[in-house]
């Protein structure tokens, strides 16, 4: 198996050179905040933890990893979506050991790049087809990073509203950790599924499989925050 760093070197490149062939500087304000605007792949700030699990899955599963680099980039492009808007959301000024984007460019402009995100990888997605996958496999794997993003604002909205509560059951806050955190965690799983050609109800299965990733991470990194940790720690 190849190195965790040249797996992301090798996405950071793809998302680089995308932003690259841009001229609008809307695009150097993703790759600010993705880590590579001036930077070579490989020497980012940021990990790739969905991108690099997809791709690990894909080849544990007996795919290609060549063949679905446009799918790492794309759930990535989600996970930088909803952290820019998470920051704006939460005031955070910093993210990645340097200032947010919203922090720098203010939150209007902020939130406009964080839906450029969110546009970009629908259309890495569907530049699957130009890697044989049939119009099929890309629309299901499509399904499958909506469904992620969609299940994931499904738990910002309940983590919002438990912050307005004393009276959180331990069954809704992991409902909630499962679904704000794990989901992108399924959607990259259930990718990889879907273009290693696995049956549906595999692809299935490992979406929610996410759902538990989900729920150890987001234990680990509340937890972080209550004892001072540090909550940049790998799971």
């Not at 993705?34 to 940021?46: F, V």
């Not at 794309?74 to 200032?99: K, L, W, Y």
């Not at 499958?144 to 806050?173: C, H, N, P, W």
Request: proline content about 3%.
């Amino acid at each position: 198996m190849e190195p965790l760093d040249q797996i992301q070197a090798k996405i950071d490149r793809l998302m680089k050179d995308y932003l690259d062939s841009k001229s609008l500087p809307l695009y150097d304000m993703l790759s600010y905040h993705l880590g590579i605007h001036g930077l070579d792949p490989g020497l980012t700030i940021s990990e790739r933890a969905h991108g690099i699990l997809l791709q690990i899955a894909v080849e544990t599963l007996g795919g290609d990893p060549l063949l679905t680099l446009p799918a790492a980039m794309s759930i990535e492009m989600v996970n930088a979506f909803c952290e820019i808007h998470d920051d704006v959301q939460s005031g955070n000024p910093t993210r990645n050991g340097q200032d947010s984007l919203w922090w720098v460019w203010g939150p209007a402009q902020a939130i406009n790049a964080g839906d450029g995100m969110h546009s970009i990888a629908r259309i890495s997605l569907m530049n699957l087809d130009r890697q044989h996958f049939s119009d099929r496999t890309s629309h299901a794997a499509l399904s499958f990073l909506d469904k992620g993003a969609l299940v994931t604002f499904e738990g910002r909205f309940r983590d919002l509203e438990m912050q307005e509560r004393i009276d959180t059951s331990v069954a809704a806050y992991l409902e909630m950790a499962g679904q704000k955190t794990g989901a992108l965690y399924g959607s990259a799983l259930s990718m990889a599924a879907e273009l290693s050609g696995l049956s549906s109800k595999a692809c299935e299965g490992l979406f929610q499989s996410g759902h538990l990733i989900g729920q150890a991470k987001q234990i680990k990194l509340d937890m972080n925050q209550i004892w001072g940790s540090d909550s940049n720690q790998k799971i």
